[in-house]
């Protein structure tokens, strides 16, 4: 029988500024509006940039006034991320935290979100225990699948925080794939060698997943990338193909990108992905697909 479990996927890198938090809104928005596929979003990172710029959606305000009353009444019945990682972490012989759309906001009919809160910065300063907190995203993500009331979901999408948190390697151990995307720049392959090295370090003994590197922001002239940004892609890529041979890391350089436009980066609150970036998005998705086979 195929497999029917959704597929997982973290993006992260430790560099800010390179649109890591837009390209899985981004891919999320577009993935859910354009097929009959139905997502799941998380956004892990307690600086909670995805959380406030969901909150400030659509002109109209009706968005923001919709989510912040949810939001409030979900902190006030404890119905947080933080309040299921704690729950998950009590000495209780089994993970006491039921999850339903009071925990789940409906961004859309086919696409849903669990937002951050401020509160996650006590897990980043390690009160919990950090193989304590290993099994924790796997257990919950197990808990919305088998609530009935929950309609299956095609794929989940991790907004990882920029830096590693407990959380972070509790998604490392149980997603299928992570997405590194980074920019044309100087810091491209220096940066991906080094992020490459230091999640296999912070994931050990534990195997890493499947791990898949794009640019984005990339600049174009006609319909491909500038000689600038094609010679950053190229170092990329032998950054890549190093390191699975020398560090065994299933890792691929996506031949996608996501070209750089300003009307991305309105995408989240409420400009939408521009019409004409819609088949990046798609192209990204499909390379994920095959890389995962």
Not at 13 to 33: A, E, P, Q, R
Not at 161 to 184: E, Q
Request: proline share 6%; glycine share 6%; hydrophobic share 40%.
């Amino acid at each position: 029988m195929p497999d029917k479990s959704p597929k997982t996927i973290a993006t992260i890198n430790f560099k800010g500024g390179v649109g890591k938090t837009t390209v899985t809104w981004c891919l999320g928005d577009v993935l859910s509006s354009t097929s009959n596929m139905r997502g799941l979003m998380f956004d892990l990172d307690a600086q909670m940039s995805l959380t406030q710029a969901i909150a400030l959606n659509e002109a109209t305000g009706f968005l923001q006034e919709r989510f912040g009353k949810w939001y409030e009444t979900a902190r006030q019945r404890k119905k947080t991320i933080f309040d299921a990682l704690d729950a998950f972490t009590k000495p209780m012989p089994h993970f006491d935290f039921p999850v339903g759309f009071d925990f789940i906001y409906q961004i859309t009919k086919n696409f849903h979100f669990i937002p951050s809160v401020e509160d996650l910065y006590w897990q980043e300063l390690e009160v919990f225990d950090r193989d304590g907190v290993r099994g924790f995203i796997g257990r919950l993500l197990g808990k919305i699948s088998n609530n009935r009331q929950i309609p299956p979901y095609d794929f989940v999408l991790f907004d990882c925080p920029p830096s590693f948190t407990l959380l972070s390697y509790s998604v490392l151990s149980c997603c299928d794939l992570v997405l590194i995307p980074v920019n044309p720049d100087f810091f491209a392959s220096r940066g991906v060698a080094l992020i490459l090295n230091s999640l296999r370090l912070r994931i050990e003994p534990h195997p890493l997943p499947k791990i898949g590197i794009f640019m984005n922001k990339a600049k174009t002239w006609g319909n491909s990338p500038t000689k600038e940004v094609q010679f950053y892609m190229r170092e990329v890529q032998k950054v890549c193909d190093e390191a699975a041979k020398s560090q065994a890391i299933d890792a691929r350089f996506f031949k996608s990108y996501i070209r750089e436009r300003v009307g991305i980066k309105r995408a989240i609150t409420g400009g939408g992905v521009p019409p004409e970036m819609i088949s990046d998005f798609q192209d990204l998705w499909r390379e994920c697909v095959e890389f995962l086979g």
